[in-house]
Every structure is written in structure tokens, then in C-alpha cells.
């Protein structure tokens, strides 16, 4: 598959994992996140728009406690929540400072998606963020959702919701950096011999098979909602890569058309890239 169509890509989604911004459930990654912000402030400076979606409030909040483990109660993981988002934005800030580029941050639940009202609001925030130079730096409102059968306001991971604001911001591409090199054909952790797929053309059952769940004790999703948000993308006649979030820097690479990761990009359609028609 010719990649040289991501050399067009106008306004691009990015979306890292806890398990990348973490060295230890103790430590923070802080080379990965400077890196991170070197690579989004240089697009930007090129002209692209970048959207972040960084995960990771749970994470930093059990780091600033010195915990273990991580609680399973629900109202304890809100409570970390509350204390590492403020950590995170406050060391993306920071970071993304470096590089002269102010950061806002959007804290959503699933109410985007459930109230048309919610969406436009949410559309035009993002929208002022970029007209305004500043970079969207998105989470889910992790300290406040509601997971009841009468009301669910939780995504619960960020591969549905970085999917979602691509939506929600139109964007051409969704780049999923991961703690693995892209989608395999069985999991890469349990089968020795997986062997990574450069190109996925339609969300199948033969590649709904290949996914198992998360990683790591600080992921949620895994591969299954990787292969979620891929459909929604392809879906809406975009595409989404998923790559190693390593060395961020990658990301210049994958806008170079170069063969890294996995491109979910369905065969018959055209990546749209804004502007055209
Ligand atoms: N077919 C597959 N190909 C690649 N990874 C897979 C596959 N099936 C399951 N996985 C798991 O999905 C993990 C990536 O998802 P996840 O743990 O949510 O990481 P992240 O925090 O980077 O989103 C991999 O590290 C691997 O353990
Ligand atoms: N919103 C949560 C992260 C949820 C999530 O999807 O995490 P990950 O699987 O690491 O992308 C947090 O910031 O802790």
C-alpha cells in the first residue's frame, strides 16, 4: 500500500497510553513526554494541526502516592485521577513550553456523544484552541464520570475517545502511539512468532480475532479497542496508524509515508484531507 497519501494530512489526532509516558508504575517518563511535545509543537509550527489525547491521569496519580498497585475501587482510581491529571497537564505545560507552544486542555466524558449540544460545544472549544494557536490536550473526565445502567457519562479508555475527537474535529488521520509496534496476527506477548500487518483495508472477523486486551497493569483497552476506534475512522473514510510510541519522532516518519506501524485505511476510499470536496 502507497503511503504517500499521509504526506497530506492537514490536522492529525495523537494519542498516547499510559503505559508509554510510564517507566515504572512509579516513575514518569519525562525523555517521552518532552519528546512528545517537540514533535506536536514542530508540526504545528508547520502548519499542521495537532490534536493530543493523553492518557495518563490514573497513572501519575499513583506515582505522586507511591503505590503499588492500583486500586480497584472506583471512587479511590477518581481520586488519583483528580490529583494526576493536574500533574499531567501541569508536565505538558511545562514540556510543550520548551517549544513556545501554549497548551489548552479538554476534559470530556461521553456526553459529547450522547447530546448533540454537548458535540457542537465540545467542536467549537477544540476549533478556538486551534485558531488560537494553542494545542488541545484531551483526557476523559476521568474524576467524575458516571458508569450507571441509567446513565454511563464513561468512556473508559482513550482509543474510543481519540477516535471520537477525530470525529468531532474532522481530522484526516488518527495516530495511536502504543507500547507495541502495530497490530500483529496474535499477540505479540503471548505468540513469539506474530508477525506484524503493515496494512488492514477492512475490519473483519479474521482481524477482530487477532486482538486480545491490554498489556500492562496500566492499560485499558488493548488491541480490541484499537480495532474499535480503526473502524469508526474507516467508517468516516479516514484513516489511523497505529505505532510504537518508542520514539515519538515517528510520527514525522509516518507523515513522510514511511513503513512504520499499521495503517487502517479502507482499499476503495481516498484518505479525505480537509479542504477537499
Ligand atoms: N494482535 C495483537 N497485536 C498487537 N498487540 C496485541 C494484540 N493482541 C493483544 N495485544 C496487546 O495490546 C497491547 C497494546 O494495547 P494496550 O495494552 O492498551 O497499550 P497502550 O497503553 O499502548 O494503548 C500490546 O502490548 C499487546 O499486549
Ligand atoms: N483516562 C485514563 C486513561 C484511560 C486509558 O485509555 O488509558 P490507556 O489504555 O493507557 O490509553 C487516565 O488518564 O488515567
Known amino acids: ?16 497510553g499510559t503505559n508509554s509516558i510510564m517507566k515504572s508504575i512509579s516513575e514518569i517518563d519525562y525523555h517521552k513526554m518532552d519528546r512528545l511535545a517537540f514533535v506536536c509543537a514542530t508540526l504545528r509550527q508547520q502548519g499542521c494541526d495537532v490534536i493530543l489525547v493523553a492518557s495518563g491521569a490514573v497513572g501519575v496519580g499513583a506515582s505522586m502516592m507511591n503505590l503499588d498497585e492500583y486500586p480497584e475501587d472506583i471512587a479511590e482510581k477518581q481520586a488519583l485521577a483528580s490529583m494526576g491529571q493536574g500533574e499531567l497537564i501541569n508536565l505538558y505545560s511545562r514540556f510543550f513550553q520548551h517549544y513556545d507552544q501554549h497548551v489548552g486542555q479538554i476534559l470530556m466524558t461521553r456526553d459529547i456523544v450522547n447530546y448533540p449540544s454537548s458535540y457542537a460545544n465540545c467542536k467549537t472549544a477544540i476549533n478556538s484552541l486551534l485558531k488560537n494557536n ?23 479508555e482513550n482509543d474510543t475517545l481519540s477516535a471520537v475527537v477525530s470525529e468531532v474535529v474532522d ?39 487477532m486482538a486480545g486486551g491490554a498489556g500492562s497493569v496500566f492499560s485499558t483497552g488493548g488491541m480490541e ?19 510504537s510510541a518508542k520514539d ?30
Open 225 to 243: 479497542t484499537k480495532l474499535g476506534a480503526a473502524k469508526r475512522m474507516m467508517d468516516n473514510g479516514k484513516s489511523m496508524m497505529i505505532a
Open 134 to 156: 494553542i494545542m488541545p490536550i484531551i483526557n476523559e473526565n476521568d474524576a467524575v464520570y458516571v458508569d450507571e445502567s441509567g446513565h454511563c457519562s464513561k468512556f473508559g
Open 171 to 209: 481530522a484526516d488521520l488518527l495516530i495511536i502511539l502504543s507500547d507495541i509496534d502495530g497490530l500483529f496476527d496474535a499477540n505479540p506477548h503471548t505468540e513469539a512468532d506474530a508477525k506484524l500487518i503493515p496494512f488492514v483495508g477492512e475490519i473483519d472477523d479474521e482481524i477482530l480475532n
Open 248 to 277: 515519538p519522532t515517528i510520527v514525522f516518519d509516518i507523515l513522510e509515508g514511511a513503513d512504520v506501524g499499521t495503517l487502517f485505511k479502507k482499499e476503495s476510499v481516498e484518505l479525505m484531507i480537509q479542504g477537499d470536496e
Open 1 to 16: 500500500m502507497n503511503r504517500d497519501i499521509l504526506k497530506d494530512v492537514n490536522r492529525v489526532v495523537i494519542k498516547i
